[in-house]
């Protein structure tokens, strides 16, 4: 089946640490998306990715990192420089100009 | 610049009754116009879409016109369900730099 995965669904993370959140899809989309909903709220695009080895930022891409190696993947680092990571962050992709696709999500909590 | 304006929830109806979810946008260009749902700790899914003025997207029995003139795309069912329950998010799209806007999302709940 295609689609996009996420993994972790949850993830737990202490604070002074890097995570990095996985992101695939096999829909053969160029273009790749992270955004980051807080409870009640809309969602703020992070960085985004038209096409491989190429990406720029969102919103708030402060304290985040990306790569775009693989067509494939489009994975999301966290970094230790964000000061409120806890949130639900999704991924979703689209071929170019048209509706996007969303993961099912990864949930990541601040210890 | 572009954005999107979206009713404010959270909406609370009981089941067989009618919906409408008010979405307004401001568009350089000519843009396309979705819906999408998200459940409860999932991620969003595609409800319907319209790519050009007076387009109706429909699906499971919801509807929305893209109406230029009001620069409009409400969102309306005539009948809701309580597996309705969830949050709408009203969101277009436009050529220059294959950029999504999104409005903050209504919540719906239905109640039997």
């Known amino acids: 089946d295609g689609g996009i995965t996420q993994s972790p669904k949850y993830l737990f993370r202490k604070e002074g640490q890097n995570v990095t959140l996985s992101c695939e899809q096999n829909l053969n989309h160029d273009a790749m998306y992270w955004y980051r909903q807080d409870p009640g709220q809309g969602l703020r695009l992070i960085y985004y990715s038209q096409i491989v080895n190429d990406f720029q930022k969102g919103d708030i891409a402060e304290g985040y990192s990306v790569s775009r190696e693989k067509k494939e993947s489009f994975p999301l680092t966290v970094t230790s420089a964000q000061k409120n990571p806890t949130a639900f962050y999704l991924c979703a992709s689209s071929p170019t100009y048209n509706e996007q696709f969303f993961g099912p999500g990864t949930r990541l909590t601040v210890l | 610049g572009n954005s999107v304006t979206q009713m404010e929830g959270p909406v609370t109806l009981s089941e067989e009754a009618f919906l409408t979810i008010n979405c307004t946008y401001t568009?350089?260009?000519?843009?396309?116009l979705f819906w999408y749902v998200q459940y409860p700790g999932e991620g969003l899914q595609l409800l319907l879409k319209?790519?050009?003025?007076?387009d109706k997207g429909s699906n499971k029995g919801f509807e929305a016109t893209y109406r230029k003139e009001t620069t409009s795309f409400h969102l309306e069912k005539g009948s809701v369900q309580v597996s309705d329950s969830a949050v709408y998010f009203c969101?277009?799209?436009?050529?220059?730099?294959?950029?999504?806007?999104f409005g903050t999302g209504t919540s719906l709940t239905v109640i039997p």
């Open positions: 319209a790519t050009k003025a007076d």
């Open positions: 568009a350089t260009g000519y843009p396309s």
């Open positions: 969101a277009l799209s436009v050529y220059t730099g294959n950029q999504f806007y």
